[in-house]
């Protein structure tokens, strides 16, 4: 990577982070079973090299948190990590790559967070969603898998469309509320049904006092 481009990665970190948000003081966590299932399918189709190069490259605030050489860049399933983190290790392993579209990159990692960790909690969240009804009544357990913070309610608006409301998102990052609606998509179209699609409609970081996902499938 070179001056410019890490010029690049340490502007973003700063642009992307939650104000205040450190390793040891934050407010807003994700699960890390997806993010570990994420990292190691950057490993597989980018290469070690190239996740050594994200691990270095990373802002120094957040190094702690990988390992150099090790499977999945050191992050765990078992632990939680900061929103801010999450989004600054995206961005960076977007630059390393060179990926051309941000959006189609954070799909690809969002997707294969989902398609690597369907676990226990994983078919559960699967079988809330078998109707919007079971959707609604378990919205905020199905929101309490991936994150520690945020009160979640689920509007029915048809048979085959919703909206979901988040407030209180505490610590809220726009890369992590675009990972959320890509983990929608793709959480549903694991459910069997077809033409699944999540839309961000409203968004605290747009200056809305809620983040509205609008959610719909055939």
């Known amino acids: 990577m070179t001056t410019g481009e890490q010029r690049r990665v340490d502007d973003g970190a700063k642009r992307f982070a939650s104000v205040g948000a450190t390793p040891t003081h934050v407010v807003g966590n994700m ?74 990159f954070i799909r690809e990692l969002a997707w294969a967070g989902i398609d690597g960790s369907m676990s226990t909690g994983m078919r559960a969240m699967a079988r809330w ?18 994150h520690d913070t945020g009160i979640v309610s689920v509007t029915t608006i048809g048979e085959h469309e919703l909206r979901r409301r988040v407030v209180d998102w505490q610590g809220h990052n726009v890369v992590v509320c675009k990972v959320v609606a890509e983990v929608f998509t793709r959480t549903f179209s694991k459910t069997g049904v077809r033409e699944a699609r999540c839309r961000r409609e409203e968004c605290v970081g747009w200056g809305h006092k809620a983040c509205v996902f609008h959610i719909t499938w055939r």
């Open 129 to 146: 969603l078998g109707s919007p009804r079971a959707f609604a009544e378990h919205s905020q357990e199905s929101w309490r898998l991936f």
């Open 31 to 104: 699960a890390g079973t997806p993010i570990a299932a994420a990292a190691r399918h950057f490993e597989q189709k980018y290469g070690r090299a190239a996740a050594s190069d994200v691990v270095t490259r990373i802002p120094a605030r957040w190094r702690e948190l990988l390992r150099p050489n090790t499977e999945a860049m050191g992050l765990l399933g078992s632990r939680w990590y900061p929103y801010a983190f999450l989004a600054d290790w995206i961005y960076t392993a977007k630059i390393v790559v060179h990926a051309p579209d941000e959006d189609a």
